[in-house]
């Protein structure tokens, strides 16, 4: 579904990503993992067409994606909540999650596409006439992810949707993303730390300053201890 090879991607001069080969096959989740810095949001923000690289290619259901503007890219079926969730503060909730169906046609009604939103993430109901500007981080997470998912994509990029937030919100999170993916969508989900990924993940990449360390299981990246020391620091070698 999504194919990504041998990207490359300079910002400012300086080489961010080196060569990224990466597959999300339909219906998978897929999890992006590294550092802070190491270069996943940059992959996202490539992938949606926000940054142009210097080499390699992108694909999405065979077509290619490198040139085609953001709003293009979102309408092939590719739903983007980005690390700061980007809720639009002068929209309500209901407005904010609303928002895709108006720039993307489905075969579903936009009162079908909200109200599936609306069942992964089920608090949103008690804040639907709020103002974006009156969530906390939480919230707004969620009305991010609900609004990617009301424009009834096929893959969902996800990045870093636990970063930040309160231990409390993180269960609500990890169970709509569980939600999402048992709907049938590939999500892919950028992560700095490997404690925090859910155990359905189909499978990880680690990345380390814009290059592929490791592609795998978790129950692989768990027993490899140099792919540890990246994406856990320095930790037993659990289950190996
Ligand atoms: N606009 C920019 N100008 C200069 N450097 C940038 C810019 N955006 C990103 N970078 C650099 O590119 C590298 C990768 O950043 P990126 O945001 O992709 O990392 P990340 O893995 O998503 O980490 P984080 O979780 O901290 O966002 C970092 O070294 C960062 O400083």
């Known amino acids: 579904m999504l194919s990504i090879s041998g990207l490359k991607v300079d910002i400012a001069g300086s080489r961010i990503l080196n060569g990224l080969d990466l597959t999300v096959a339909a219906g998978e989740l897929v999890c992006l993992i590294g550092r802070n810095g190491a270069g996943k949001t940059t992959t996202f923000r490539t992938i949606m067409g926000h940054r142009q690289p210097e080499a390699g290619s992108i694909t999405f259901k065979g077509q290619n994606l490198v040139g085609l503007p953001t709003y293009r890219i979102a309408r092939l079926g590719i739903g983007y909540s ?67 998912l009301a424009l009834d994509p ?43 990924l859910p155990d359905y993940v189909d499978r990880l990449y680690v990345v380390e300053r814009g290059e592929m360390i490791f592609e795998g299981t978790l129950a692989q990246a768990y027993a490899d201890r140099a792919v540890m020391r990246v994406i856990a620091g320095e930790v037993e070698v659990a289950h190996a």
């Open 82 to 148: 980005p690390e700061e969730s980007d809720v639009y503060a002068d929209l309500t909730v209901a407005e904010n999650i609303a928002l895709p169906t108006w720039t993307r046609a489905s075969p579903l009604s936009e009162e079908e596409r909200v109200e599936r939103s609306l069942k992964v993430f089920p608090k949103l109901r008690q804040y639907l006439e709020r103002g974006g500007q009156q969530l906390s981080g939480g919230e707004r997470k969620m009305v991010s992810v609900a609004r990617a």
């Open 154 to 196: 096929s893959l969902l990029l996800l990045d870093e949707p636990f970063e930040g937030l309160s231990p409390a919100i993180i269960p609500i999170i990890s169970e709509g993303i569980a939600s999402i993916r048992a709907m049938g969508e590939a999500v892919l989900m950028a992560e700095s730390n490997v404690h925090h």
